[in-house]
């Protein structure tokens, strides 16, 4: 169809004569409602966005000295976050002369790698960043 004849065929009918294909040989278009179209397309985006799974990177800090009943509850919190298909960074940190003794920052989160073995895995292994110590976890793959 000839250029003219449709821009007169999208106007009879109120509709947008729109290009859909400019490399093909002869240019391929077509008569639509082009804002509604538009409109469709930014709805259907958005559904998929939405149906995207969201990983956050939650964090749950202890220190050298925590006891028993404090880390359980860490723990716990650590595994409610794994359970949940979020990532954890277990961070330790040290205060004042405790950053002297690092091997205590590693066994600790050695025990709570060991404690939530069963649901997560290490990602990313402790390593020392100034005063603090961080390990990065992950929900094991379902």
Do not use: W
């Not at 008569?31 to 709805?43: A, E, H, N, T, V």
């Not at 919190?77 to 990532?87: E, M, S, Y």
Request: hydrophobic share 40%.
């Amino acid at each position: 169809m000839l250029l003219q004849d449709a821009l007169t065929a999208a106007v009879d009918r109120g509709l947008d004569l729109v290009e859909v294909s400019p490399s093909a040989k002869p240019p391929v278009c077509r008569i639509m409602d082009y804002g509604k179209f538009k409109y469709q397309q930014q709805k259907r985006a958005a559904e998929a966005k939405k149906k995207t799974a969201r990983v956050e990177l939650k964090e749950v800090k202890l220190r050298p000295k925590t006891e028993i009943h404090d880390f359980k509850v860490k723990v716990k919190n650590v595994r409610r976050f794994l359970d949940a298909g979020n990532k954890v960074k277990v961070t330790v940190m040290f205060r004042g002369r405790e950053v002297t003794h690092p091997e205590f920052g590693r066994d600790l989160l050695k025990r709570v790698a060991e404690e939530v073995s069963d649901i997560g895995v290490v990602e990313f292994f402790p390593s020392m960043q100034g005063r603090f110590m961080h390990m990065v976890m992950a929900p094991n793959k379902k």
